[in-house]
């Protein structure tokens, strides 16, 4: 069956790019991968943050103000209480406030 | 002094076995390890739902949803799948477009190969579950202690999510009762938070600076479609030529 043999494919590709580092770096972690390992963990989530809001059109109204408003809501909560949890369920709750009060959810 | 107790409780279990045996999965682990996927909850319901539903739109019922979210696990690209499955694309058109589309997992991997070291039977699933909400959160934790089974009941909570939220969407359909829109919006808020945290606990802001900096550019210059691997590539690219800078520093 076509569709169960790319779904099998997907999944195959997937777990080869997963497990591939671990296998590669088996015996000793070569420095370069450690360093590596050490700075890419902050690199990455700031690349997924700018992913996440890849689709904002700052152009176009609501110039991506609940974006931006949610997110300095995040980060200002996070320094001042360094509680994730309690940071992500507030910024959440303000972006689904300010798309409904703009008039902009879908 | 409870946590010596707990500690004391552990090392004296006849027959402990290894350091990560089920007997160290005490109820603060596991309250611990729940309250950190909290965040992730909402975003892999509300996101399994919709792939459930635009799966079952394309013709394809709940046992699909269910193995495509359980086997492939990564939210992205079966969104992106179900466009290559309806469609019919060939075998290498698949096998590259999830190249593309989940290349970043080789990043997440080279960052835990270190971290993931000693985790004993948790390997295999830790480093199958590695997603970018698990990979962002296992982020923030040190290790040490009980860290081991930590990853794995976060990682287990959150593949359930995921699991339960497409399931659910591809039974319950769009009847859902009342409006979630803007509720995908904690999984933004996840990574924001996740990079505050990670920007207040390193006295090293360049890597963070480096990752923001070189993803906006190949933003603007790539569009957004397309900008993730030129991206990753420009970050180990500069990250790699900051190196010799980095060392001297620590």
Redesign the interface.
Known sequence: MRAAELAAVMAAVTVLLRFLPFLAFRARTPPYISYLGKVLPPAMIGMLVVYCLKDVRPAHAPYGLPELAAAVCVAGLQIWKRNSLLSILAGTAVYMLLIRCLGFAV | MPASKRAETVLSRPGGGTAYGWGTMDLKTVKKAF??S??VM?GYLVLGIGFGILLRGAG?GVL?AF??SA????GS??YV?IG??AG??S?LT??LT??MV????????????????HTGKY?PYL??A?T?ET??IL??EKGGGDAATYWFLVSLFDHFYWVAGSVAGSLLGSVLPF?T???E????????????????A?RD????????L???AC?LIFG?ER??IP??LA??LV??L??GR??AAS
């Open positions: 309250l950190s909290v965040p909402a394809y699909w193995a495509m086997f492939i696990y990564a690209m079966q799948g290559l499955i019919g694309a075998v698949t096998a999830t190249l989940n290349a970043r997992h080789l990043f997440y991997s080279i960052s835990m190969v270190d971290r993931y070291q390997k480093i199958f590695l970018d990979y962002s982020c923030d409006s829109a803007g509720i919006f904690s999984m933004t808020a996840l990574f924001v938070a996740s990079f505050t945290e990670q920007w207040l390193k802001h360049i890597p963070a600076l480096t990752g923001l070189c993803s906006l933003l957004a900008f993730l991206a990753m970050i180990t990250l790699s900051l190196r980095g060392e």
